[in-house]
Each structure stands twice: as C-alpha cells, then as structure tokens.
Nanobody, 119 residues
C-alpha cells in the first residue's frame, strides 16, 4: 500500500533549524501540488506551505522568509526547510500529496512528525 512518511522532526532551540522530509513509499503524482500543514497543541490544523508540480511555492504569512518548501519528483519526496524557528512553530507537522495507486490517484496524509521549539 502506497503511503506518505514524514521524518526529521525533533526538539530544537529557538533560532535553530530543522529539515522535514516527506517520502512516498510509491509515486507522488508530480503534476499535483503537495503541501505541509501543522497542528499546534490545542489548535486546528493549518496550512504551512504548498508547492505546485512545477515548483511554485506559497507560504503562510507566519513562516514566509523562514521556511522553504521543495520537492524532488524523482525521489518522490517533499521537503520543508525550517530556519529561525520560534516557540510558536511547535506543532505536529503533516505532509499532503496525491499518490499514484492501483486504479488511479489518492490524496494522502502522512502520520505526522513532532516539532518542538523550546529552550
């Protein structure tokens, strides 16, 4: 069964950096956008960044200038480089993409990776 798997989360001090990866066990449908979302403690899931199949990125205002989303279609992987992290970036981070599965396409979510920003 094809699915997404995030990695790269952890505990980091304010001002630090992390790089999240979202790898598909099969193929990501490259023409479709992919994205990163996050759910802070006690809050709703929110959009962090999206990237089109051609590589055009969009960011939430709160992360613009600090985070960079990218994708490697050959590796079926989407990345989120997070710099100058702040305590308010603490959340479970999820990736979202369309996968190629038997019989067609399926939008999928990863299981999430915890990012904690604290001194």
């Amino acid at each position: 069964q094809v699915h997404l798997l995030e990695s790269g989360g952890g505990l980091v001090q304010p001002g630090g950096s992390l790089r999240l990866s979202c790898a598909a066990s099969g193929s990501i449908f490259s023409p479709n956008p992919a994205g990163w979302y996050r759910q802070p403690p006690g809050k709703e899931r929110e959009l962090v960044a999206t990237i089109t199949g051609s590589g055009v990125a969009n960011y939430a205002g709160s992360v613009k200038g600090r985070f960079t989303i990218s994708r490697d279609n050959a590796k079926n992987t989407v990345y989120l480089q997070m710099n100058n992290l702040k305590p308010e970036d603490t959340a479970v981070y999820y990736c979202n993409a369309v996968l190629v599965v038997a019989g067609g396409l399926k939008m999928d979510w990863g299981q999430g990776t915890q990012v904690t920003v604290s001194s």
